[in-house]
């Protein structure tokens, strides 16, 4: 285990959805780094089992309830951060849910539920914080997007535009903040196997159940081929994420985004380098919507 982080150094660290995937492999390495870790999350389970994780192998890491969907709870966690170690240095905020639907599907309580959690719920914990790390000249806001923050697929509008959202809001904030010497941080991954997975899978439930009826049946069903092969070609560990996640807290200065994976660093390149018309082309092929282009055409002869 690396020594603790030197004195005067950003040590009491805010994880959302930090009891699982990600956010938890975060709040792990950051403990055996010797931060003082807040791994916050809603699932009394999971809670307790990191708690006892924490204890079992003596790591300066606490578990804490904090939903942050819901303003109060935010408040009442972050109070209580205070009240045990001071004011938080570092927010690594990681909570984050996906639903899969067509944009002219998705209801607005769904789209509003991905946005409130990715988007939402990030910059009310910043106004929380900031105020204090203004004051003390230091801090760090590391807020987790992905891949979904540059490239937006069919199926994965609302998750896209929460995490566009959160680029732009994060930019603009890096660039607010520069004067006071609080960095702001975005993580862009792709495809790494988490519960996520499995959440988004329970959360889009209805539309894949309507996707039978929906006039964009083979687009649902083109989504659901790609994410599979994405699925199995990836390799990458919630591990390979926390590291990238320590070096944008250690990095003097960090950089203004870090992307994990190499489908990912691909797939930013090629967003960055190609044509709306050449990436769409890509798209195109990739989800067969001439052949479904095609087949719309001849439903509507016959
Ligand atoms: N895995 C990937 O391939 C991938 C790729 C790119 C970006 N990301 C991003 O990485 C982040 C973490 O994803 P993951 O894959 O680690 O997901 P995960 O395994 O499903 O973990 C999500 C975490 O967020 C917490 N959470 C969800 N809603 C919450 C809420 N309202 N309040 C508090 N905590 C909440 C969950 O805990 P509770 O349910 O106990 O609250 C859990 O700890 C997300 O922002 C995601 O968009 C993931």
Known sequence: MAANPSP????????????DGLGR????????RGYHVFAAGRNAERLEALSQLAHDRKLPLEALELDVCDAASGERGIAEIERRAGPVDILVSNAGIAIAA????VT????????????FS??????RVLPEMRRRRHGRIINMSSISGKVAIPVMGPYAASKHALEAASDSMRLELYPFGIHVVLIEPGYIQTSMNRTAAELSSAYAKGAER???????QAFLGEWERTRKASRYQ?????????RAIEDEPPRARYVVTRRAKIGIFARRLLSDQALDNRFKKAFRLDE???LLAREEKN
């Open 8 to 19: 005067g150094k950003l040590s009491t660290v805010l994880v959302t959805g930090g009891t």
């Open 25 to 32: 492999a975060t709040a792990i390495l950051l403990a055996e």
């Open 102 to 105: 067509v944009m002219e599907e």
């Open 108 to 119: 607005p309580a769904d789209l509003r539920r991905v946005l409130e959690t990715n988007f």
């Open 122 to 127: 990030p910059i009310r914990l910043a106004h």
């Open 214 to 220: 929906s006039p964009y049946k083979g687009i649902y």
């Open 238 to 246: 919630p591990e390979d994420c926390a590291r990238v996640v320590l």
């Open 292 to 294: 479904l282009r095609e």
